[in-house]
Nanobody, 124 residues
């Protein structure tokens, strides 16, 4: 089993920044693609960003390109999401996830392990 724990959420004004972290423990994450997803009030869970094991391949949702940056420190089993220029529409619960897929993927169904989520609220 893989346990994922997110941290770093909070309340921020529009235009501000937050850095989310996802700490993994349990079974090794070797060669696992990891991703960030979010679920806003009354909305379905949606893809935000994903990164491969080495960290040289990333994928972003169009809505966050140029504002968010995903990264990981595989030696520390930790993944990050740097969020800049935040907008009220970024308000959501943010989840980290891991998949056995060999390539970065935006499909929710491909991810096997999920964290409990961390709330991000952006005020206007």
């Amino acid at each position: 089993q893989v346990q994922l724990v997110e941290s770093g959420g909070g309340l921020v004004q529009a235009g501000g920044s937050l850095r989310l972290s996802c700490a993994a423990s349990g079974r090794t994450l070797f060669n696992r693609v990891m991703g960030w997803f979010r679920q806003g009030p009354g909305k379905e869970r949606e893809f935000v960003a994903a990164i491969n094991w080495i960290g040289d391949t990333t994928q972003y949702a169009d809505s966050v390109k140029g504002r968010f940056t995903i990264s990981r420190d595989s030696a520390k089993n930790t993944m990050y999401l740097q969020m800049n220029s935040l907008k009220p529409e970024d308000t959501a619960v943010y989840y980290c996830a891991a998949t056995s897929a060999l390539y970065v993927t935006a499909r929710v169904a491909e991810y096997n392990y999920w964290g409990q989520g961390t709330q991000v609220t952006v005020s206007s």
